[in-house]
């Protein structure tokens, strides 16, 4: 529950807008690089590291500074990311890699955070 | 034709269907947080339909409790949905060869997970048919998400307070990341990526992810340069090579 007072009258605007920008931020190349006649190739090689390099991004703070700084010890997350990792790198499988990431964390915090 | 459009439409289904599991929770969360903060059922509703992309919704709906300025707001939103632009770029090889209406539909539907599922199954497996398989992954997180918001919109989401459920959602990230770390370059990409964007964790606007990302793009570039491409990455593709 937040404290704040209401939000105004306005905050259908703010959704659509913020909404029809996101969407050219979907829409953005998928369109330009038409425009251009495709994809320069030595961009499209770059762009081979965009799934690595943003999902890492989206990725390892979570695990790393859960609360806002880096923590290592006692970082009940950073440890059940990494028995995580492990199980995906192993079974390459969604499904097991959040199963297994969830009962670490949830054992883990019952367990108080010994380490 | 390579595949059947049932059997691809399907294959993406089949796909995003474990990461669905962590998108429930979080769906319920936003719509339960967007009412909690002040917003009518139908801003709250309209934030999943018209802006569809979770973690901006989430903060939106923080600085909207908060009385933040509605610019703010925004600006808030458009700064942490700027990863959407690498998506498109990085999957528009993939896709430019479709009509544009189908395109407009494939961009509305553009998330991390069904972005991340297809570009990996795409370059494993280049028979796929794109764009069922990208519907296919799309159009069921898109579905999930507008009911699990309205849920939680109208009836409250109450998490037990020893259940972590946000974590379900970097797990997700990572299930999507480790098939896409191949060899060094890609591994430089990762590692660059995501030790700047921890460094730059408090950052105004969550601007630190994006930051991340670029640098670990260029780290992947430069790591190319020294170690070579990732075996996997370097399939023949010609540019733009259409297949469909």
Redesign the interface.
Known sequence: MSAGPPPGRFVWLAVVVAGVGTFLLRASFLFLFERVGGVPPRLERALRYVPAAVLAALVIPALVAPDGAPTVLGNDRLLAGALAALVAWRTESVLATISVGMVALVVLDAVGGVV | MTQSARDAFLAGARAVA??I??IVPFGLVAGAAAV?????L??AV??S?????GA?QLA?IGL????AP?AL??VT??VI?????????????E??DEP?RW??L???L?T?QA??LS??RFERDPGTNRRWFYLGAAAPLWGVWQVCTVVGAVVGARVPA???LD???????????????EGQ???A???????????G??LPLEA???V??????L???LA?GVVG?DAA?TGDDG??GGHA
């Open positions: 474990p990461i599991v962590g909690d903060a002040g917003l009518t139908l801003d309209g934030l339909v018209v802006v569809f992309a901006s939106a909207l409790g908060d009385g509605l707001v925004v939103v458009l949905n700027l990863r959407l632009v690498m998506y498109s770029a990085s999957i528009a090889p896709l430019l544009r395109r407009t494939e961009a509305y553009l991390d972005y991340a570009v990996t020893w259940l972590p974590f379900a959602v970097p797990l997700t990230f990572l299930a999507l990341l480790v098939p896409a770390v370059a890609t591994g990409a990762a590692a660059v990526g995501g030790g700047v964007a921890t460094v964790v408090g630190g992810l994006m991340g990302a670029i640098a670990g793009v780290a992947g570039v190319e491409a990455g540019p733009g």
